[in-house]
Antibody, heavy 115, light 108 residues
Framework: EVQLLESGGGLVQPGGSLRLSCAASGFTFSTYAMSWVRQAPGKGLEWIAVTSGRGESSHYADSVKGRFTISRDNSKSTLYLQMNSLRVEDTAVYYC????????WGQGTLVTVSS | EIVMTQSPATLSLSPGERATLSCWASQSVSTNLAWYQQKPGQAPRLLIFGASTRATGIPARFSGSGSGTQFTLTISGLQSEDFAVYYCQQYNTWPPLAFGGGTKVEIK
């Protein structure tokens, strides 16, 4: 059974940093591109980053480019999102998803940016 | 950058009725279009990919159509569990892998 489990969310002050993790199981992790998608409270879905199966290629939404970094450790079947210079508007539930389009999703982890 | 637009924002229907949701792309995305369903407090679920192919385990009452810039998701005979928010997403030209703003299907 495919499972994706995010962790690492929490409360952080503006300008701070946070690293999210997404632990994958039930499939050969290294053969799938992986994405991060977020959803601000009461808002729609926003795609923010994708990385290829081997991690050699990544792409970002303009809203996070230069501040967020997507990476993966295929030996640990884990996807990461390093978030720096966080802003109030980054407050959202962050989901990891498998492939494009995302056929499996994690349950999400809440990131709150507030002073 | 491709922009995805969905309409209507809200659709009020009764159980058993047919729901027709629309999604437009600002430029052609061929048939590289997906539909997702999201219920409150839950992660999205993939319904349709390739504009018209149902994902694993999706009931036949969900169908997708369209190509290029205009797409439709039809739910034939709404059931109670179908009241949710639906999003389209293009994956033809990216970044970004843009989502539409969503259509909420609510009980009338």
């Amino acid at each position: 059974e495919v499972q994706l489990l995010e962790s690492g969310g929490g409360l952080v002050q503006p300008g701070g940093s946070l690293r999210l993790s997404c632990a994958a199981s039930g499939f050969t992790f290294s053969t799938y591109a992986m994405s991060w998608v977020r959803q601000a409270p009461g808002k729609g879905l926003e795609w923010i980053a994708v990385t290829s199966g081997r991690g050699e290629s990544s792409h970002y939404a303009d809203s996070v480019k230069g501040r967020f970094t997507i990476s993966r450790d295929n030996s640990k079947s884990t996807l990461y999102l390093q978030m720096n210079s966080l802003r109030v508007e980054d407050t959202a539930v962050y989901y990891c998803g498998r492939y494009t389009p995302c056929d499996y999703w994690g349950q999400g982890t809440l990131v709150t940016v507030s002073s | 950058e491709i922009v995805m637009t969905q309409s209507p924002a809200t659709l009020s229907l009764s159980p058993g009725e047919r729901a027709t949701l629309s999604c437009w792309a600002s430029q052609s995305v061929s048939t590289n279009l997906a539909w997702y369903q999201q219920k409150p407090g839950q992660a999205p679920r993939l319904l349709i990919f390739g504009a018209s192919t149902r994902a694993t385990g999706i009931p036949a009452r969900f169908s997708g159509s369209g190509s290029g810039t205009q797409f439709t998701l039809t739910i034939s005979g709404l059931q109670s569990e179908d009241f949710a928010v639906y999003y389209c997403q293009q994956y033809n030209t990216w970044p970004p892998l843009a989502f539409g703003g969503g259509t909420k299907v609510e009980i009338k």
